[in-house]
């Protein structure tokens, strides 16, 4: 770890700037922003995540790529914790419609290990990480993004 705790949210602006359907990473901006607390306004949680599914496949998948790499991060290695997806904010419209070339996504650090054991009774290892691909792979686009990192 680089320099001390990670921050315990991430905001994620996503704009598909070229709004090319296959989300090219070339043609979208990314914005992330580090956060202590949760950066939705008030009480505003944002969407539930199930709304991602209103966005295709290819912008599903870039999603991923992103969050992928904030998992990379060395400010993560040896802690056991990952950003999971948590709430969405989809762009919107001048007349309040759904952009979906556009969303905010707020990521919530938590440690995967405690999340596991507490779920099935064992720490994270490489045979539940081999289910928990397993399942990923045979499940919906959008309930793959908090199994994935």
């Not at 790529?65 to 950003?83: A, F, H, M, P, V």
């Not at 556009?102 to 990521?107: E, N, P, T, Y």
């Amino acid at each position: 770890m680089a320099h001390g705790a990670p921050p315990r949210y991430k905001y994620l602006v996503i704009k598909n700037e070229d709004f090319d359907p296959t989300w090219p990473e070339n043609g979208v901006h990314i914005s992330v922003f580090d956060c202590a607390e949760n950066p939705a306004p008030g009480s505003f949680d944002g969407r539930p995540l199930f709304h991602l599914i209103d966005y295709g496949p290819a912008a599903l998948q870039y999603i991923k790529r992103q969050i992928w790499n904030i998992n990379l991060s060395e400010d993560l290695t040896g802690t056991g914790c990952k950003y999971f997806p948590v709430s969405l904010d989809p762009g919107r419209l001048f007349d309040g419609r759904v952009d979906l070339n556009r969303l905010c996504l707020v990521l919530k650090l938590a440690n995967c290990n405690a999340a596991v054991r507490d779920v099935v009774g064992v720490a994270l290892d490489d045979e539940i990480e081999d289910l928990i691909a397993e399942f990923s792979a045979t499940a919906g686009p959008f309930t793959t993004l908090a199994y994935h990192y």
